[in-house]
Nanobody, 114 residues
Framework: QVQLVESGGGLVQAGGSLRLSCAAS????????MGWFRQPPGKQRELVAR???????YYTDSVKGRFTISRDNAKNTVYLQMNSLKPEDTAVYYC????????WGQGTQVTVSS
C-alpha cells in the first residue's frame, strides 16, 4: 500500500512561484513512475509532469519552461517547482504514483490571482 501526502499549495499572484511536495510511504517509491496532475475548476484532471525512477522527465506543453519536477528517493519525496505562475494554472494539484497500480494523494489547492 502506498500513501501520498501533498503540501505546498496556496494563493499566489500571477508571476509568482510555489513548490509542491509529495511525501510517499511504502517501499515502491524509488521504482515508481511519479507524477503531478491537476484539475482546474469545472474541468477534467490532466497530466502536468512525470518523472521516472531514473530521473527522466515529461511535461505537458503549457508548463514547459516554467515547472520543474524532481524527486529525492532517499526522502521518498517528489517535488513540483512552479515558476511564472498564471491564473490558468489555478487547480487542485494531485500527486500520483504508478507501479502495478495507480496511487493518488488527496490534492492541494493552487490559486493564482491576476
Amino acid at each position: 500500500q502506498v500513501q501520498l501526502v501533498e503540501s505546498g499549495g496556496g494563493l499566489v499572484q500571477a508571476g509568482g512561484s510555489l513548490r509542491l511536495s509529495c511525501a510517499a510511504s511504502g517501499s515502491i517509491f524509488s521504482i515508481a513512475l511519479m507524477g503531478w496532475f491537476r484539475q482546474p475548476p469545472g474541468k477534467q484532471r490532466e497530466l502536468v509532469a512525470r518523472i521516472t525512477s531514473s530521473g527522466n522527465t515529461y511535461y505537458t506543453d503549457s508548463v514547459k519552461g516554467r515547472f520543474t519536477i524532481s524527486r529525492d528517493n532517499a526522502k521518498n519525496t517528489v517535488y513540483l517547482q512552479m515558476n511564472s505562475l498564471k491564473p490558468e494554472d489555478t487547480a487542485v494539484y494531485y500527486c500520483n504514483a504508478l507501479y502495478l497500480a495507480d496511487y493518488w494523494g488527496q490534492g492541494t489547492q493552487v490559486t493564482v490571482s491576476s
